[in-house]
């Protein structure tokens, strides 16, 4: 759009251009494309360096061997990272049989039968859960929460303990407990976003639904959970990979020992609390303190694969939106 | 389609129940919110005096436990620092996105890198910046200045994110008519888009400054502990969720008392920025 | 615009911040120049940083407040545990590390890359076996072999025969043991173990001695506070705690059997017979666990600050080295007036001559450190 000045007509017009201006626009272009470059070289030196640091601990222990072996003895030097590996998954585990529910719950409670006046308020109650720090879902989880859930852990302990992971002492820092804290750390990114997949239902569906005689239970059923299951799914991944990188909080409630845990009600241990509570004495280790940054590394990488599974299905939820519905504008 | 058959009672039961059901279950959600502002309330208010704001820790076993200034004072200047490195950083690459790369292959590349960034662990961007600032020792061991560097890393991402969203709601139009006018394509981005998303971008960004407050994790690796006020950047420095973090495995009652008024400090410190940023939000042109 | 309100707003708390801030900055960078305290006389002034381990730390943040008040130096002592306090020191991320547990072969050769790593003893205290059961008052006697089959998970339940034998007349309660125990490398830890290993061959095969271990049973805590909260919150748990921890959480301490067979119970006067009837080497890098001495309590443990015998040469500014000096010089002068107070041994006299030996003949870039 190469315009000329405009004629003056009292006065030249502000946004004029002159010589010095317009070298002025190849600077800025050049400054913001350096500033997006540098971000990718940062990640990648990110990846590259964690990498080369947790490399002796990959080569004396083999990258399998790291992984799954079941033996992390910092005394003898032995860093086999399943104990954390299980810890991890666990928790993330219950993390999700218990957020997820109760998120789709609040999520279609919100968009679909809430009235009009409580949405607001009550949508950002939902979301005040996310302002809370995770050292403070810690500090609570420990002083109120675990205490006071041994008495029931005991009694579903003894119920069920015929099932794997269940029976045995009931200890008041747990698995079970940072799981139950974690579900309600991810609870509200787990509920917008399937709050946001749920407002794009098309109306007409919904109606169409309705018109037939449908009651408001099976038209969720039929129109709205349907058509949100891609997007529900990606943010039931999103969840995961943050309750997979959540550390302090779980360290907090967990007991903190490297051992696969015989029950849900048992001390537990993850990769992001290991790596928190044990890099002070690995300062001058190198073998201690590579096996922590491969532990942060194998972190690094769960996360990714999840959030990339995310990716793939919001994405599909995306492509499905911009599709015809189906059957119903015929 | 053929028509379903009337409304049962057992299919209206049916209904009843699940509407009861999902009702139960969000305010079951609620409860845990519930449950953490009232214990934060009443055990965290008992800690609160003059003296718990204006004393720092004093790490005494017997004798005066001090309160929590230095923590609130790092956490303040740590938070400032990060957020003038991530947030011009991070609204500089959605800029850039939105008004340069587009939808070209080298701006999707950088997208699909940024929505990598926010997925990371903040434990891991400690640990990034512990092995590449700490353990090489450039410029000191444990630094102030580091502890900002990590959370620099961790806002950079959201600002983008959110940076991104609100600038691409500006409308076409606006950038044509200035364009239209004469004016250069710097002029436009930097006097006519910017200001118009300002407050958009404070909202992203003032979230992201909520977030970093309340990190741990990347602290514990870069700035580590200490109990006095010092505001050397080339120095170790507390902060608010460090000093909990220290408190909570105590077996002293009055330091676990200072564990929870320092978490109610630090809620209402989050809660003031996400306010701040809500309220921002609702006077946008763009909302 | 309404928005350049909201910047000088802004700038304008900023700037008070920041007025408030320089009124309250009361630490001096490293490197001398005057610091605030009250009304000292010769105030040197300057900031020296250690980390280590979390059983002297009650007596070396007293120590701290009160050499403070009297030279004007801040020491910041992290209780991080006696592992994180060797590997910060051999890494040189602090000025002086702090461990129960003797630096181990291994451990001097990595720290030699820099210096020669000197144990500079301070205090005694005793590991105590505290529990907290209701039920159960105070005179629980317990000998080795069985706190370690408690530890083991052998011994499930206060009221097994094995704690019965060794306290005949005394009620024991139906409750399960929960056992507390660390969770991080602590010296703690080296010396407990030590005296299971010693005291119980099952023990001395299975998870040994070191500064941490492979706990068959129990909850892991990071540092003595942690243990300590740990035992506090659960009814029926056992943990092992410096004395100073289980006095100021009213816990109950077992006696223990000691070498010559008697029950002794964690006293300030156990703790310091079994300093006096111990052996050590000329590095000074030794343990007081089972001590011979018919009164000495078994579980005492020697705890040290160590610091490379040239620290300038290592990497430390002159000037921190004299205050980390001034520092040595207080905790085996002053100090050692002050630790009883907290139910912490000054060193026996023997003991104490070594130390001053080794503190004395720390250098700075090969000349002797004067002026503190």
Same mark, same amino acid.
């Given at each position: 759009?190469?315009?000329?000045?405009?004629?003056?007509?009292?006065?030249? !017009?502000?946004?004029?251009?002159?010589?010095?201006?317009?070298?002025?626009?190849?600077?800025?272009?050049?400054?913001?494309?350096?500033?997006?470059?540098?971000?990718?070289?940062?990640?990648?030196?990110?990846?590259?360096?964690?990498?080369?640091?947790?490399?002796?601990?990959?080569?004396?222990?083999?990258?399998?061997?790291?992984?799954?072996?079941?033996?992390?003895?910092?005394?003898?030097?032995?860093?086999?990272?399943?104990?954390?590996?299980?810890?991890?998954?666990?928790?993330?585990?219950?993390?999700?049989?218990?957020?997820?529910?109760?998120?789709?719950?609040?999520?279609?409670?919100?968009?679909?039968?809430?009235?009009?006046?409580?949405?607001?308020?009550?949508?950002?109650?939902?979301?005040?859960?996310?302002?809370?720090?995770?050292?403070?879902?810690?500090?609570?989880?420990? *002083?109120?929460?675990?205490?006071?859930?041994?008495?029931?852990?005991?009694?579903?302990?003894?119920?069920?303990?015929?099932?794997?992971?269940?029976?045995?002492?009931?200890?008041?820092?747990?698995?079970?407990?940072?799981?139950?804290?974690?579900?309600?750390?991810?609870?509200?990114?787990?509920?917008?976003?399937?709050?946001?997949?749920?407002?794009?239902?098309?109306?007409?569906?919904?109606?169409?639904?309705? !018109?037939?005689?449908?009651?408001?239970?099976?038209?969720?059923?039929? !129109?709205?959970?349907?058509?949100?299951?891609?997007?529900?799914?990606?943010?039931?991944?999103?969840?995961?990979?943050?309750?997979?990188?959540?550390?302090?909080?779980?360290?907090?409630?967990?007991?903190?020992?490297?051992?696969?845990?015989?029950?849900?009600?048992?001390?537990?241990?993850?990769?992001?609390?290991?790596?928190?509570?044990? *890099?002070?004495?690995?300062? !001058?280790?190198?073998?201690?303190?590579?096996?922590?940054?491969?532990?942060?590394?194998?972190?690094?990488?769960?996360?990714?694969?999840?959030?990339?599974?995310?990716?793939?299905?919001?994405?599909?939820?995306?492509?499905?939106?911009?599709?015809?519905?189906?059957?119903?504008?015929? | 389609?053929?028509?379903?058959?009337?409304?049962?009672?057992?299919?209206?039961?049916?209904?009843?129940?699940?509407?009861?059901?999902?009702?139960?279950? $969000?305010?079951?959600?609620?409860?845990?919110?519930?449950?953490?502002?009232?214990?934060?309330?009443?055990?965290?208010?008992?800690?609160?005096?003059?003296?718990?704001?204006?004393?720092?820790?004093?790490?005494?076993?017997?004798?005066?436990?001090?309160?929590?200034?230095?923590?609130?004072?790092? $956490?303040?200047?740590?938070?400032?620092?990060?957020?003038?490195?991530?947030?011009?950083?991070?609204?500089?690459?959605?800029?850039?996105?939105?008004?340069?790369?587009?939808?070209?292959?080298?701006?999707?590349?950088?997208?699909?890198?940024?929505?990598?960034? $926010?997925?990371?662990?903040?434990?891991?961007?400690?640990?990034?910046?512990?092995?590449?600032?700490?353990?090489?020792?450039?410029?000191?061991?444990?630094?102030?200045?580091?502890?900002?560097?990590?959370?620099?890393? =961790?806002?950079?991402?959201?600002?983008?994110?959110?940076?991104?969203?609100?600038?691409?709601?500006?409308?076409?139009?606006?950038?044509?008519?200035? =364009?239209?006018?004469?004016?250069?394509?710097?002029? &436009?981005?930097?006097?006519?888009?910017?200001?118009?998303?300002?407050?958009?971008?404070?909202?992203?960004?003032?979230?992201?400054?909520?977030?970093?407050?309340?990190? $741990?994790?990347?602290?514990?690796?870069?700035?580590?502990?200490?109990?006095?006020?010092?505001?050397?950047?080339?120095?170790?420095?507390?902060?608010?969720?460090?000093?909990?973090?220290?408190? &909570?495995?105590?077996?002293?009652?009055?330091? &676990?008392?200072?564990?929870?008024?320092?978490?109610?400090? =630090?809620?209402?410190?989050?809660?003031?920025?996400?306010?701040?940023?809500?309220? &921002?939000?609702?006077?946008?042109?763009?909302? | 615009?309404?928005?350049?309100?909201?910047?000088?707003?802004?700038?304008?708390?900023?700037?008070?911040?920041?007025?408030?801030?320089?009124?309250?900055?009361?630490?001096?960078?490293?490197?001398?120049?005057?610091?605030?305290?009250?009304?000292?006389?010769?105030?040197?002034?300057?900031?020296?940083?250690?980390?280590?381990?979390?059983?002297?730390?009650?007596?070396?943040?007293?120590?701290?407040?009160?050499?403070?008040?009297?030279?004007?130096?801040?020491?910041?002592?992290?209780?991080?545990?006696?592992?994180?306090?060797?590997?910060?020191?051999?890494?040189?991320?602090?000025?002086?590390?702090?461990?129960?547990?003797?630096?181990?072969?291994?451990?001097?050769?990595?720290?030699?890359?820099?210096?020669?790593?000197?144990?500079?003893?301070?205090?005694?205290?005793?590991?105590?076996?505290?529990?907290?059961?209701?039920?159960?008052?105070?005179?629980?006697?317990?000998?080795?072999?069985?706190?370690?089959?408690?530890?083991?998970?052998?011994?499930?339940?206060?009221?097994?025969?094995?704690?019965?034998?060794?306290?005949?007349?005394?009620?024991?309660?139906?409750?399960?043991?929960?056992?507390?125990?660390?969770?991080?490398?602590?010296?703690?830890?080296?010396?407990?173990?030590?005296?299971?290993?010693?005291?119980?061959?099952?023990?001395?095969?299975?998870?040994?001695?070191?500064?941490?271990?492979?706990?068959?049973?129990?909850?892991?805590?990071?540092?003595?506070?942690?243990?300590?909260?740990?035992?506090?919150?659960?009814?029926?748990?056992?943990?092992?705690?410096?004395?100073?921890?289980?006095?100021?959480?009213?816990?109950?301490?077992?006696?223990?059997?000691?070498?010559?067979?008697?029950?002794?119970?964690?006293?300030?006067?156990?703790?310091?017979?079994?300093?006096?009837?111990?052996?050590?080497?000329?590095?000074?890098?030794?343990?007081?666990?089972?001590?011979?001495?018919? @009164?000495?309590?078994?579980?005492?443990?020697?705890?040290?600050?160590?610091?490379?015998?040239?620290?300038?040469?290592?990497?430390?500014?002159?000037?921190?080295?004299?205050?980390?000096?001034?520092?040595?010089?207080?905790?085996?002068?002053?100090?050692?007036?002050?630790?009883?107070?907290?139910?912490?041994?000054?060193?026996?006299?023997?003991?104490?001559?070594?130390?001053?030996?080794?503190?004395?003949?720390? @250098?700075?870039?090969?000349?002797?450190?004067?002026?503190?």
């Amino acid at each position: 759009m190469e315009a000329g000045s405009i004629p003056a007509r009292g006065g030249r !017009s502000a946004l004029e251009r002159s010589s010095r201006s317009r070298a002025l626009d190849p600077a800025l272009r050049w400054f913001l494309t350096g500033l997006a470059a540098f971000v990718l070289f940062l990640i990648a030196f990110f990846f590259i360096r964690l990498f080369i640091e947790a490399k002796p601990a990959f080569d004396k222990f083999g990258y399998l061997g790291f992984v799954f072996d079941n033996n992390w003895d910092v005394s003898k030097e032995i860093f086999g990272a399943w104990p954390l590996v299980v810890g991890t998954l666990i928790t993330s585990v219950i993390a999700l049989l218990i957020g997820v529910p109760v998120a789709i719950a609040t999520a279609l409670y919100l968009t679909e039968l809430c009235p009009r006046r409580a949405r607001q308020p009550l949508t950002i109650l939902i979301e005040l859960l996310a302002a809370v720090p995770s050292v403070v879902y810690g500090l609570w989880g420990i *002083f109120v929460l675990a205490p006071h859930l041994v008495g029931p852990e005991q009694w579903v302990s003894d119920k069920l303990s015929f099932l794997p992971l269940f029976g045995g002492t009931v200890s008041i820092p747990n698995c079970f407990v940072a799981g139950l804290i974690l579900a309600i750390m991810i609870l509200p990114i787990v509920s917008a976003i399937s709050r946001e997949v749920m407002t794009t239902v098309p109306p007409q569906d919904k109606e169409a639904a309705l !018109s037939l005689g449908a009651t408001r239970w099976e038209m969720i059923q039929m !129109s709205v959970l349907p058509y949100s299951r891609a997007g529900i799914s990606g943010a039931a991944m999103l969840g995961l990979g943050r309750a997979i990188g959540e550390t302090i909080a779980v360290t907090i409630v967990i007991g903190n020992a490297p051992n696969v845990p015989e029950s849900i009600f048992s001390q537990g241990y993850t990769l992001a609390a290991v790596v928190a509570n044990e *890099f002070n004495e690995a300062a !001058s280790d190198p073998t201690h303190r590579a096996a922590l940054i491969a532990a942060g590394l194998v972190l690094f990488v769960l996360t990714l694969l999840v959030n990339a599974l995310a990716r793939f299905y919001v994405n599909r939820a995306e492509r499905g939106q911009r599709s015809v519905p189906r059957g119903m504008a015929g | 389609m053929t028509t379903l058959p009337a409304v049962s009672s057992r299919r209206r039961a049916t209904d009843r129940v699940m509407r009861v059901a999902l009702l139960v279950l $969000t305010l079951i959600a609620l409860v845990p919110l519930v449950l953490i502002v009232y214990y934060l309330l009443k055990e965290g208010l008992g800690a609160w005096s003059k003296d718990f704001f204006t004393t720092d820790p004093t790490g005494r076993f017997l004798g005066d436990p001090g309160g929590i200034k230095s923590a609130i004072f790092g $956490t303040i200047v740590m938070v400032a620092l990060a957020s003038l490195i991530a947030i011009p950083f991070g609204v500089g690459v959605a800029l850039y996105l939105v008004e340069y790369g587009k939808a070209g292959r080298f701006a999707n590349i950088v997208r699909y890198f940024i929505d990598v960034m $926010t997925g990371v662990p903040s434990v891991v961007f400690g640990l990034f910046v512990y092995i590449v600032l700490v353990v090489s020792q450039i410029g000191g061991t444990f630094a102030a200045w580091k502890g900002s560097i990590a959370l620099a890393l =961790l806002m950079l991402p959201v600002v983008t994110r959110s940076s991104e969203v609100v600038l691409n709601l500006v409308p076409d139009s606006l950038r044509e008519a200035a =364009l239209a006018l004469g004016a250069p394509r710097w002029r &436009v981005t930097l006097r006519v888009v910017l200001p118009t998303a300002l407050p958009g971008l404070m909202t992203g960004s003032m979230l992201a400054v909520a977030r970093a407050a309340g990190e $741990t994790a990347p602290l514990l690796f870069t700035a580590a502990f200490v109990f006095g006020t010092q505001f050397d950047l080339s120095q170790r420095m507390n902060s608010l969720p460090l000093q909990i973090f220290n408190d &909570v495995g105590q077996a002293q009652d009055r330091l &676990v008392q200072r564990a929870w008024g320092a978490a109610l400090t =630090l809620v209402v410190l989050v809660l003031l920025l996400t306010l701040v940023a809500r309220l &921002v939000q609702r006077r946008s042109r763009l909302a | 615009m309404r928005y350049k309100s909201w910047l000088a707003a802004g700038a304008a708390a900023a700037l008070a911040l920041g007025l408030a801030a320089c009124g309250s900055n009361d630490t001096s960078p490293s490197g001398g120049g005057g610091g605030s305290s009250s009304g000292s006389s010769s105030s040197q002034g300057g900031t020296i940083n250690g980390a280590g381990a979390t059983f002297p730390a009650p007596v070396y943040t007293e120590w701290a407040a009160r050499f403070k008040d009297s030279k004007g130096t801040t020491v910041n002592y992290q209780a991080i545990g006696s592992g994180g306090g060797i590997a910060q020191f051999t890494a040189g991320t602090v000025d002086f590390g702090a461990t129960d547990s003797a630096m181990k072969d291994e451990e001097i050769t990595a720290a030699q890359k820099k210096g020669q790593p000197v144990h500079v003893p301070t205090v005694l205290g005793a590991v105590t076996v505290s529990y907290n059961v209701s039920g159960l008052q105070k005179d629980l006697k317990l000998d080795g072999p069985t706190i370690a089959d408690i530890f083991l998970g052998k011994i499930k339940n206060w009221n097994d025969p094995a704690i019965a034998k060794l306290n005949s007349g005394l009620k024991l309660p139906n409750k399960n043991i929960t056992v507390c125990h660390r969770s991080d490398e602590s010296g703690t830890t080296a010396n407990f173990t030590l005296f299971l290993a010693d005291t119980s061959p099952e023990w001395k095969n299975g998870p040994g001695t070191d500064k941490t271990v492979k706990w068959p049973v129990g909850t892991g805590a990071k540092g003595n506070d942690g243990v300590a909260a740990c035992v506090k919150q659960t009814d029926g748990a056992v943990g092992y705690v410096e004395q100073a921890f289980a006095l100021q959480n009213d816990f109950t301490t077992a006696a223990v059997k000691n070498s010559s067979g008697n029950f002794v119970a964690p006293t300030l006067a156990a703790t310091s017979a079994a300093g006096a009837g111990a052996e050590f080497p000329p590095d000074l890098r030794f343990a007081t666990i089972n001590a011979p001495g018919a @009164q000495a309590y078994p579980i005492s443990a020697i705890t040290f600050l160590l610091v490379y015998k040239d620290m300038c040469k290592a990497g430390m500014q002159p000037n921190t080295a004299k205050l980390v000096k001034s520092w040595l010089d207080y905790a085996l002068g002053p100090g050692q007036q002050v630790a009883p107070q907290l139910q912490y041994a000054p060193l026996p006299s023997k003991i104490k001559t070594a130390a001053d030996g080794k503190v004395a003949g720390l @250098q700075c870039n090969g000349q002797a450190i004067s002026g503190t």
